[in-house]
C-alpha cells in the first residue's frame, strides 16, 4: 500500500503518551477517576466503555480541550497545558497550549468541518496559519491527503454538500496536514449512517498501518479487533480492564466486560 | 395502465382567493386614484422642491450620518461584543454597563448632553488623567461641532444595539466551530475572525440591516441639534411656506429610495452569505432579467471576440 507512507513523509516520530493519576469532575459528577494509561508511540489504542463511562472526556483532556483537576498528562515528555521547573507545573498560556496542540489531531463525532470554507480551505486554513507551509506547500500537501481519503475530486465543494462519510473523511484529512504526533478519534462513526461506517473506517486503518499513535473511541468492537493493539474498558470514569485486543476482546477478566461485550457484539 | 391514462387532473380552485384579490385591487386602485388625483396633495410643489439643491445638501447630511454612524458603531458594537463574551470577568461587567447605560438613555438625551458639552467643560484634553501628562488642550466648543457631536451620541446609542446584536450571532454558532478551531490551534483572534465570525454573519446581517434602516431614519432625531439633515430642512422649508403635506411627501419619498437601496443590499449581501449552503444558486432575479432574451447576444460576442 503505496498510501501508508505518502503522508507520513516530513513526519517526526509517533508520540508516547501518558497519563498519571488523572481525574475530572463535572459538579458533582466525577468524570474521571484517577485514570493512568500509558500509550506507546505507534500504538493503536481502542477505548470501549458504555456511555457516560469517561471515555470521550479522557480523550478530550489528551488535547486539553477539558482541563483536569488532577494528575497530568504527557505526550513525550511534554506536560499538555502545564511546563514543568522543578518540582512545580506552571500553567501554560493560551498561546503555548495552542502550540502543543499542533502535535495532537482531534477528529470529532461531529465532524466540525468548517461550513463557510471549502473542503480545500478547510485543510490549508491550519498549516498556512501556524506559518508551517506556505499556501502553495499547503495546497500540495492537501491534495496528497485528499487522495489518501480518496477525496481529491471534492477539493472545491461546500462541506455540506458531502455525506456524513466524507465529511469526516475530510475531517481526519485536515487533522493530518498538521503531521501530528498522535491522533486522536471521538466515537469517529457515531454521526454515520450503517453504510458510510466502512469508507471512514478504511481511512483509520491505513492510517494504523502508518505508525502514528492513535487513540479511538468508538463502539466498533469489530474494528477494534481488528485495528487495535490495545483496548482500554472503562466504566464510571475509571479503566476497568486493558491489555490486548485480543485479550479483552476475547478473555475478558471482569465481570462488567463481559456483560459490555455480550450485548454489544 | 389504460385506465389509469383516462383520469383527468382537476386543479384545486380557491374562488375565496380571487375575491380577496379583486377586493385588494380595487382598494389599491382607489387609494392611487384619492392620492394622484386629489389637488390638495399639491404634487406639483412636490416636483419643484424634490431636487432642490437644499433638499439634497440635507440629504447628504443624512446619508453620511448614517454611514459614520453604521461604520463606527459596527466596530465599537463588535469590539463591545467581544468584551462581553471575553472570558475576563471586568471586560464583560464594562461591556454590560455601557450597553445597560446607553440603552436606557434615550438618543435625544445624549445628543442634547453633547451638544452642551461645551458648558460641561470648557476644555477638552488630550493626556493621562491624574497626571501632568498632556498632549493637548482644545476648546469644546470648537471640537464638538453639530456634526461630530452627532456623529459621536449616534454611535454611542447605536453600538450598544449592535454590540448585542454581533453577541446573538457569536452565540448562535456552534460551540464544535470553537472546539474544531481550538484542537487546530488556530489563535483565538484567527479563530474569531476567519472561523466564528463569517458565520456569525449570517445570523446578524437580518437584523444589522433593521438597524441600519432605522439609523437612517432616526438621524432625523438630531434635528435638536439644529443640523441641517434631511428632515430638518424640509421643516425649515414648509414653516416657512406652509406646504406642509407636499415638503413631508419629499421626505418620505427620499426615506423610501434609501431604504430601497439598503433592501437591495441586504438582498445581495445575504445571497453571498449564503452561498456555501444553497446547492445551485439561483442567478440574482436582475441577473435572470437581463439574461431573458441574452443567449443569442452572449453567442454572437463571443463570435466577434474569437476573431
Known amino acids: 500500500m503505496s498510501e501508508a507512507i505518502d503522508y507520513r513523509k516530513n513526519l517526526h516520530t509517533a508520540g508516547a503518551i501518558s497519563i498519571t493519576g488523572v481525574s475530572k469532575s463535572f459538579g458533582k459528577l466525577k468524570a474521571l477517576d484517577e485514570v493512568s494509561l500509558e500509550l506507546e508511540p505507534g500504538s493503536v489504542t481502542v477505548i470501549l466503555g458504555p456511555s457516560g463511562s469517561g471515555k470521550s472526556t479522557l480523550l478530550r483532556t489528551i488535547n486539553h480541550l477539558e482541563r483536569v483537576d488532577e494528575g497530568y498528562i504527557q505526550i513525550d515528555g511534554d506536560y499538555i497545558g502545564y511546563q514543568r521547573r522543578g518540582d512545580k507545573l506552571y500553567e501554560l498560556k493560551e498561546k503555548a497550549i495552542l502550540r502543543q496542540r499542533i502535535n495532537v489531531g482531534y477528529v470529532f463525532q461531529n465532524f466540525n468541518l468548517f461550513p463557510h470554507l471549502t473542503v480545500l480551505e478547510n485543510l490549508i486554513e491550519a498549516p498556512i496559519a501556524h506559518r508551517q507551509l506556505s499556501r502553495r506547500a499547503a495546497i500540495d500537501r492537501a491534495g496528497e491527503l485528499l487522495d489518501v481519503v480518496g477525496l481529491r475530486h471534492k477539493a472545491d465543494a461546500w462541506p455540506r454538500h458531502l455525506s456524513g462519510g466524507q465529511q469526516q473523511r475530510i475531517a481526519i484529512a485536515r487533522a493530518l496536514m498538521l503531521n501530528p504526533r498522535v491522533m486522536l478519534f471521538d466515537e469517529p462513526t457515531s454521526a454515520l449512517d450503517p453504510e458510510l461506517v466502512g469508507e471512514v473506517l478504511d481511512v483509520i486503518k491505513k492510517l494504523a498501518r502508518s505508525g502514528t499513535t492513535l487513540v479511538i473511541v468508538t463502539h466498533e468492537v469489530g474494528f477494534a479487533r481488528e485495528v487495535a493493539d490495545n483496548v482500554v474498558f472503562m466504566v464510571d470514569g475509571r479503566i476497568v480492564e486493558q491489555g490486548s485486543s485480543t485479550q479483552v476482546l476475547n478473555q475478558p477478566r471482569h465481570e462488567r466486560t463481559k456483560r459490555f461485550l455480550a450485548r454489544v457484539l | ?307
Do not use: C
Open chain 2, 1 to 307: 395502465m389504460s385506465n389509469q391514462q383516462r383520469l383527468t387532473v382537476v386543479p384545486a380552485r380557491y374562488p375565496a382567493r380571487t375575491v380577496g384579490a379583486i377586493v385588494a385591487l380595487f382598494i389599491l386602485a382607489s387609494v392611487i386614484d384619492s392620492v394622484a388625483f386629489n389637488p390638495r396633495w399639491e404634487w406639483g410643489v412636490f416636483a419643484k422642491w424634490f431636487f432642490d439643491p437644499v433638499i439634497l445638501s440635507g440629504l447628504g447630511q443624512t446619508l453620511l450620518l448614517t454611514l459614520f454612524g453604521t461604520i463606527l458603531s459596527l466596530i465599537f458594537g463588535g469590539l463591545l461584543a467581544l468584551a462581553r463574551l471575553s472570558s475576563s470577568w471586568l471586560l464583560s461587567t464594562l461591556a454590560f454597563g455601557y450597553i445597560w447605560l446607553f440603552r436606557s438613555l434615550p438618543l435625544i438625551v445624549v445628543l442634547i448632553i453633547l451638544y452642551n458639552f461645551s458648558y460641561l467643560y470648557d476644555t477638552l484634553s488630550l493626556g493621562i488623567p491624574f497626571t501632568a501628562l498632556s498632549w493637548g488642550h482644545f476648546q469644546t466648543i470648537n471640537v464638538l461641532g453639530q456634526f461630530p457631536a452627532a456623529v459621536i451620541g449616534l454611535t454611542l446609542v447605536q453600538s450598544a444595539y449592535s454590540a448585542e446584536i454581533i453577541r446573538g450571532g457569536f452565540l448562535g454558532v456552534d460551540h464544535g466551530q470553537f472546539e474544531a478551531a481550538s484542537a487546530l490551534g488556530l489563535s483565538s483572534t484567527r479563530r474569531t475572525f476567519r472561523i466564528i465570525l463569517p458565520q456569525a454573519l449570517r445570523a446578524i446581517m437580518p437584523t444589522t440591516f433593521n438597524e441600519i434602516i432605522s439609523l437612517a431614519k432616526g438621524t432625523s432625531m438630531v434635528y435638536v441639534l439644529a443640523m441641517p439633515e434631511l428632515f430638518y430642512t424640509i421643516q425649515m422649508i414648509y414653516n416657512r411656506t406652509q406646504q406642509v403635506i407636499p415638503l413631508l411627501m419629499v421626505g418620505a419619498a427620499w426615506y423610501l429610495i434609501i431604504t430601497t437601496v439598503l433592501s437591495l443590499l441586504q438582498h445581495s449581501v445575504e445571497r453571498w452569505l449564503a452561498r456555501s449552503v444553497t446547492r445551485e444558486p439561483q442567478p440574482s432575479r436582475w441577473r435572470q432579467w437581463r439574461n431573458r432574451s441574452a443567449k443569442p447576444v452572449t453567442e454572437e460576442l463571443s463570435h466577434v471576440r474569437s476573431h
